[in-house]
Nanobody
């Protein structure tokens, strides 16, 4: 599975951005997709996840009510709508896909897209 993110950039506090992630390859094996973020010197943290069918989502407490994770109609697209952005949302955002093959699960990652929120 290959993942490519897009949509990052510089935005003022209170603004919005929409991140996109396109999955290709063995997308039939994806059971869950998600967004993670990381700032230098800190561990990568979970932002939001969505099941392959799009019927269940989860969010980090810090983004609840501000971010929305979505699956595209085509199935191989995923989005993160980020509203009411805060400077502390500044990070490198990664797209994640979790696949299942037999009894094993595998994680795949995109290259990351930078989000910078100015105060």
């Amino acid at each position: 599975v290959q993942l490519v993110e897009s949509g990052g950039g510089l935005v003022q506090a209170g603004g919005s951005l929409r991140l996109s992630c396109e999955a290709s390859g063995a997308t039939f094996s994806i059971i869950q997709m998600g967004w993670y973020r990381q700032v230098p010197g800190k561990q990568r943290e979970l932002v939001a996840t969505i099941t392959s069918r799009g019927d269940s989502t989860s969010y980090a407490e810090s983004v609840k009510g501000r971010f929305t994770i979505l699956r595209g109609n085509a199935g191989n697209w995923m989005y993160l709508q980020m509203d009411s952005l805060k400077p502390e949302d500044t990070a490198l955002y990664y797209c994640n896909a979790r696949t299942e093959r037999g009894f094993f699960e595998y994680d795949y990652w995109g290259q990351g897209t930078q989000v910078t929120v100015s105060s």
